[in-house]
């Protein structure tokens, strides 16, 4: 194998952990138009929405009609998270592709987000990956805090390898490794992996990064010389965690799709199409994002329009 994997394979989860942490609602018909626009830019995964309990998360309550309205389009997965078995019933009920179930390495951040020990979330999980797979659904397990925790600071690989050890006995096929706070540093994603790795095949492990300190693509780099090919992330860098003080976005898309490409790595993504996906969120949430890609072409335009104005555009 050579240094870079030849393809790479990008799960876009804006509609869910992007969207998730906005405070002012976007309307159901902007959520369902944004991934019908997702849906015609390659990805071959997108993550709609949670089916998580409203009070929880406000921004999500139209799970299902989000996850009906939708137009599928063949050969993209569209997956939802789900807490427990009455919100995978009702992710099933909504004709979802896959289930994810979620938990954290680290116990207070667990707490705070599941409201449950990690002890005791282990068997709720454990039904609904059982129910997911009789359902004939894949099924999808992430774990956060693996690089550091809000509440705990450090969290031990031990922690994240139990964790991911019960998942994988579970039954699940995917295990998302999550940097819920940004704090991630190459050289620790190196140290991590390669315990990881020891364990499980890399073909089953996906990264999760968050962009907070600016490392998520530099943290990417380094998955995928250690043979990581299934990268998350989030269109325009949208989201956040609502129980994790200080989390920013994920790593944006667009600024993966960049590198990736510049660097000859194919995702069968298509820049136009997600260029155009990115400008809608970004209109219809009403603010600039964070995507150095995004602001690049904005900043871009607007030079174009002030040299129109002053009779200097040109064609370069």
């Not at 018909?29 to 089916?51: M, P, Q, R």
């Not at 998942?167 to 940004?182: H, Q, Y």
Request: proline fraction near 4%; hydrophobic fraction near 40%.
């Amino acid at each position: 194998m050579g240094r870079w994997p030849t393809k790479v394979t990008i799960k876009e989860v804006g509609p869910r952990d992007g969207l998730q942490n906005e405070a002012a609602p976007v309307a159901t018909a902007d959520k369902i138009a944004w991934i019908n626009l997702l849906s015609e830019t390659g990805l071959s995964y997108i993550e709609v929405t949670s089916f998580v309990h409203p009070k929880w998360i406000p921004q999500l309550a139209d799970a299902a009609e989000v996850a009906a309205g939708i137009r599928r389009k063949d050969g993209v997965a569209y997956a939802a998270l789900v807490p427990n078995e009455k919100g995978l019933e009702r992710a099933i009920s909504a004709g979802v592709d896959e289930v994810g179930v979620f938990m954290s390495a680290s116990e207070t951040h667990n707490q705070k987000n599941i409201n449950k020990t990690i002890a005791a979330t282990f068997p709720v999980l454990e039904g609904v990956v059982k129910t997911a797979k009789q359902e004939g659904k894949t099924v999808r397990g992430y774990v956060s805090t693996v690089f550091g925790c809000p509440y705990e600071g450090a969290v031990a690989v031990d922690q994240v390898l139990t964790v991911a050890d019960r998942l994988f006995t579970m039954g699940i096929d995917e295990l998302s490794l999550g940097d819920t706070i940004g704090v991630a540093t190459p050289k620790q994603v190196e140290d991590v992996l390669a315990e990881v790795l020891r364990r499980f095949p890399a073909e089953r492990i996906a990264m999760h990064f968050h962009d907070t300190r600016g490392t998520a693509l530099a943290n990417i780099v380094v998955s995928m010389e250690m043979g990581i090919t299934t990268f998350d992330s989030s269109l325009g860098g949208l989201g956040g965690c609502p129980y994790a003080p200080g989390a920013s976005g994920n790593v944006a898309t667009d600024d993966l799709v960049y590198m990736l490409h510049g660097m000859g790595i194919d995702t069968g993504i298509n820049v136009e199409q997600l260029t155009k996906a990115a400008l809608f969120i970004r209109d219809k949430i009403g603010r600039p994002l964070p995507s150095r890609y995004l602001q690049t072409i904005s900043s871009s335009a607007n030079s174009f329009k002030e040299e129109e104005k002053s009779g200097d555009a040109r064609i370069v």
